[in-house]
């Protein structure tokens, strides 16, 4: 789910059975079963049996008697009555109670545990979990670096050796060949692995290190400052930060970021409102910082404050949603009685800061583009009569901006694959940037003196590798690549084109081993996002690898309500218009199955968060489509998510049960309220953390309690609760390693997938 800002790095940087049916309270009834269980009967008996006999087969082939298995048995879920009226339509919520935190409420808590219980028990009795486990463990074993980047005259990166839980920084001093020193190593903050670096900003001269950390995989980050030259930490500290990086000003006395209050209760379910700029001094307490900007007549609005590269201007990007239109305001440094002006006065458009030139800003925006184009608004003409147009909208749709060596990088989008342009700061265009294949570029960070930049290249089959480019010569240099245990050349990647219900063509890529046939019996995962302008361009993964070497296919569909396409794209899919994001996806599964890539008992949907909404939406309309359902950390209950932590952000793109038109549209897919009792649905495997504040949850409690209570037939319905892990950023690499094995194990059992297949 994306948040209200993107947490991270500064802008510089870049942009898993065989159970005993005694134990599950039930018994197997075959045709051949019955036969044999009266072969030895007398003979007198022998005709009276066989009659029964033949009743029971027709029974069992009418589906009035149980097939394979009988269905499972429950931990018993209380229901209360909670009876909401939502615009004169009366809307029942029994399981109410489930979104307590699990840390204050013994109710819930003894619920996590029963349901954990019957999930690890299944799970861990299924034969192929420990090979799977193991495979994986090797699989994910190599070495990781990310893309490096130079501040205060200093190279860093982060790299993972291939097992540690978190990935060590470091730092190389002045070159970057130079001796690898580790500066912070999140790994020896906590035995376990859940303490992750999540932020960090070097000051201008190269002295001080910022850094925020994470606990749990909560949102709620701490920043502390570190000497880089003789890596001891300082007593500054800065709490409840979150949806924030840190940016320096240009004398490294201090820096700016922004901060919610401290809540009163309920830190990982209550609403974050109120969220302020503030001014911290090195060596000083929090309670001496400086409250720079603050809206208190509008508590929804968001605050991302950034100093431009010359030092000269704090401009403050303010958003009340996750969507990209964004007001600006801006402030003079170097006037320090100067008020905040404003430049952009309305939400209407996108307005990305790209750089600056003295009184010149260039932005990213969406105005009169959908696709994106790049423009220039001089702060002493800043009437829209006197903007300037730099970059043009193209025909691929624009992703990102930066201005690096004097020359604007542009990454589009053609068809979901990346393609890099560079412009001169008047907009001739320069070069375009090869790549050794089609895939997917990110990187690109950098000043406007430096004569190289790095990007990270990979696609479905292709592990990361990091290129140096030198900005002068437009030759790339291989820096680093990955050196993962398989073999690329045993894969094949494709893209295909599809239509969905309304004639919308959608792409989707597929990638498979060379040698899986396309017969119809294909194990198959389809995974999906569609929303919040978040696109899905091809990219490495370990646990896609895996599925792979199983015989699978893994196919990504490419649906409306991402940013693929633009803007029109996105909000095809948001609010009003949601369900044509379901119709994509419900349609992709259709095409693996028309074109023999797999069938409805051999295809999986996945998805997470918003992913994890869609998987809940179709399963729940099409539950003869599916095999398996993954659905992870997904927001499950429409009409209340809006009330928890972040989720007020999302009604950019889902609307508000409080708006009585965007009620009937949320009420008409909500997975939670759309459960009906005695349906069949797939098997399932819902997964959640009970420290998810962004997607509380609560919505996966609800969902998988009304799911085991609709349940007809044998299909298992069971959730995964992970402990001290939150929405997904930070997780320890063991805790992802038992999950995925946990996940394959589940599907070996759910598709009748061998592992042998290889």
């Not at 920043?223 to 940016?247: H, N, Q």
């Not at 201007?313 to 801006?330: A, Q």
């Not at 396409?565 to 693996?592: C, M, P, R, S």
């Amino acid at each position: 789910m994306a948040s209200s800002n993107q947490p991270g790095w500064t802008r510089r940087n870049g942009d898993s059975w065989s159970r005993r049916h005694s134990e599950l309270g039930g018994g197997v009834y075959t045709e051949r079963n019955l036969i044999l269980a009266f072969v030895t009967l007398p003979e007198t008996k022998l005709m009276l049996r066989i009659l029964t006999c033949l009743v029971v087969v027709s029974l069992l082939g009418m589906g009035i008697l149980v097939g394979a298995e009988s269905p499972m048995k429950y931990p018993a879920t209380k229901k209360v009555d909670q009876v909401d009226d939502y615009h004169g339509t009366k809307v029942a919520d029994p399981y109410r109670w489930l979104e307590a935190d699990v840390r204050q409420s013994k109710d819930v808590a003894d619920w996590v545990e029963s349901q954990n219980k019957l999930t690890f028990s299944y799970l861990e009795q299924i034969p192929q979990r420990e090979a799977l486990r193991k495979r994986i463990t090797e699989l994910w074993n190599y070495e990781r670096y990310s893309v490096p980047f130079k501040e205060g005259g200093r190279y860093f990166y982060t790299r993972n050796d291939g097992l540690q839980n978190q990935a060590v920084l470091y730092t190389t001093g002045e070159s970057l060949d130079g001796e690898p020193r580790v500066l912070l190593d999140p790994n020896k903050l906590s035995a376990d692995g859940t303490v992750a670096l999540s932020g960090l900003a070097v000051s201008p001269d190269g002295k001080l290190l910022a850094y925020s950390v994470a606990e749990s995989g909560s949102d709620w980050n701490t920043w502390y400052l570190m000497d880089i030259d003789t890596g001891k930490l300082r007593e500054d500290r800065i709490k409840w930060v979150k949806f924030s990086g840190a940016s320096w000003t240009k004398d490294s006395k201090g820096f700016f970021y922004s901060r919610f209050d401290e809540p009163k209760e309920g830190a990982f379910t209550s609403l974050n409102l109120n969220q302020k700029v503030y001014y911290h001094r090195v060596g000083t307490s929090q309670s001496d910082d400086v409250l720079v900007y603050h809206r208190p007549d509008h508590p929804k609005w968001g605050f991302n404050a950034g100093v431009t590269e010359d030092g000269r201007y704090l401009v403050i990007s303010i958003r009340e949603g996750t969507d990209r239109r964004n007001r600006v305001v801006y402030k003079d440094l170097e006037e320090p009685y100067g008020l905040p002006v404003e430049l952009i006065a309305n939400m209407e458009n996108e307005y990305s800061l790209i750089d600056n030139d003295g009184p010149l800003f260039y932005f990213k925006t969406d105005l009169n583009a959908p696709l994106g184009r790049v423009i220039a608004i001089d702060l002493r003409k800043p009437d829209k009569q006197n903007w300037k147009e730099i970059i043009p909208e193209a025909k691929e749709t624009l992703q990102s901006v930066s201005l690096v060596g004097n020359l604007f990088v542009c990454t589009y989008l053609k068809d979901a694959k990346t393609v890099v342009k560079m412009y001169t700061p008047t907009g001739e265009f320069v070069r375009d940037v090869e790549f050794p294949g089609i895939g997917t570029a990110s990187g690109f960070g950098g000043r406007r003196i430096d004569h190289e930049t790095f990007y990270t290249f990979q696609s479905f089959a292709t592990p990361p590798s990091i290129y140096r480019y030198n900005l002068a010569t437009g030759k790339s240099s291989l820096y680093r690549t990955s050196k993962v245990k398989f073999n690329p050349e045993d894969y094949v990647v494709e893209q295909v084109f599809y239509k969905s219900k309304d004639g919308t063509q959608v792409p989707m890529f597929i990638t498979r081993r060379k040698d899986v046939k396309l017969d119809g019996t294909n194990p198959t995962i389809l995974y999906g996002y569609g929303g919040f302008n978040i696109s899905l361009p091809p990219s490495f993964s370990v646990a896609r690898i895996i599925w792979l070497e199983m015989g699978g296919i893994y196919a990504q569909a490419n649906l409306r309500g991402g940013g693929e396409y633009g803007k029109d794209w996105h909000k095809a899919g948001t609010k009003l218009n949601k369900q044509n994001v379901f119709d994509d996806f419900i349609a992709a599964a259709e095409y693996l199955i028309d074109k023999k890539y797999t069938s409805p008992s051999k295809l999986a949907i996945k998805g997470g968060s918003n992913g994890g909404l869609l998987v809940g939406a179709c399963m729940i309309q099409r539950p003869d489509l599916f095999g398996a359902c993954l659905p992870a950390v997904g927001v499950m209950d429409m009409l209340r998510f809006h009330k928890f932590t972040a989720g007020r952000y999302w009604t950019d793109d889902y609307g508000s049960a409080d708006n009585p038109e965007e009620f009937k549209a949320l009420y008409a897919y909500s997975p939670y309220h759309n459960l009906k009792p005695g349906t069949a649905y797939p098997p399932t495997l819902v997964t959640t953390a009970d420290t998810d504040d962004r997607v509380v949850p609560g919505h996966s409690f609800k969902f998988a309690a009304r799911l085991q209570e609709c349940q007809s037939g044998p299909n298992p319905v069971l959730i995964r609760i992970e402990t001290k892990a939150g929405h997904g950023a930070g997780k320890p690499t063991a805790k992802l390693i038992e999950e995925l094995a946990d996940e394959y194990a589940f599907l070996c059992k759910t598709l009748k997938l061998e592992l042998n297949k290889r």
